[in-house]
């Protein structure tokens, strides 16, 4: 089976709009529970410009399914996610001007300020995951940092015209082969929604898939339950082939 993770920030987005108290995006991690995620993701941005402080802290003491804590390697924000002790710490690059994620980690070129922040979660008990593009330098290079998963950025695949949706599958095959191999947790996320998941979760060996913003667009039209529950209904058909 195919694991959920519904990510939440954009819930968080809606009220700093208006730099309100709604909509909060802790009833939304519930309602996200209740139709079927087995986890739910959230980004501490430097800037907090969605998730803030207060709803890490609230998320830890009520999320019953696993938690997946999205930062940058800033050294405020892994002092919070240590803190907070989350499932897993998903280290991501990040930049004040980019609208969301436009890419992943350069762990090639990268390596000892990102081995330093895998460090700091692994010994406060937190499971590590990494943020990359397909590629399978990067993910040997996060093979040899010791993370437990690392997840593949999916926004070309997402981006793809239908004559170049193949080569990027391929490409995310490719890359997940070397984690397979490796024996860590294949992971995948960025872009994907109800009418692209299903090459995404075909692929061998795929355990999880982080979902944000088609959710929580399609919630406003049905709410968060139901979103959440059609992903799941469309994740539940597809049987990722084990190699």
């Known amino acids: 089976m195919i694991e959920l993770g519904v990510n939440i920030d954009h819930i968080a987005t809606v009220r ?40 890490i802290e609230i998320l830890m003491k009520t ?15 892994l002092s919070i996610a240590c803190n907070a002790k989350p499932s897993w710490g998903l280290l991501v690059p990040e930049s004040r001007q980019e609208i969301t994620t436009e890419g992943g980690l350069d762990v090639v070129n990268d390596r000892g300020r990102i081995r330093d922040a895998v460090k700091r979660l692994q010994d406060s008990g937190i499971l590590t995951s990494l943020f990359i593009d397909p590629d399978p330098a990067q993910v040997q290079a996060s093979v040899d940092l010791g993370v437990d998963a690392v997840e593949l950025h999916t926004g070309p695949y997402a981006l793809a015209t239908h004559q170049t949706q193949t080569t990027e599958l391929a490409r995310l095959d490719s890359a997940g082969q070397v984690a397979r191999e490796a024996g860590i947790r294949l992971h995948a996320g960025h872009g994907l929604h109800y009418a692209n998941v299903r090459p995404v979760a075909a692929l061998a060996n795929m355990i999880e898939l982080n979902i944000g913003h088609s959710i929580v667009s399609r919630a406003l039209m049905v709410g968060m339950r139901e979103a959440v529950a059609e992903m799941r209904r469309i994740l539940d058909l597809v049987r990722s082939p084990v190699s």
């Open 63 to 77: 999320v019953t399914v696993k938690t997946n804590f999205e930062m940058a390697c800033a050294d405020d924000v």
């Open 16 to 55: 700093q709009a208006r730099r309100t108290y709604e909509p909060d995006p802790v009833i939304a991690a519930g309602l996200a529970e209740q139709g079927g995620a087995d986890g739910i993701t959230f980004h501490l941005r430097e800037d907090r410009r969605h998730i803030q402080d207060r709803d």
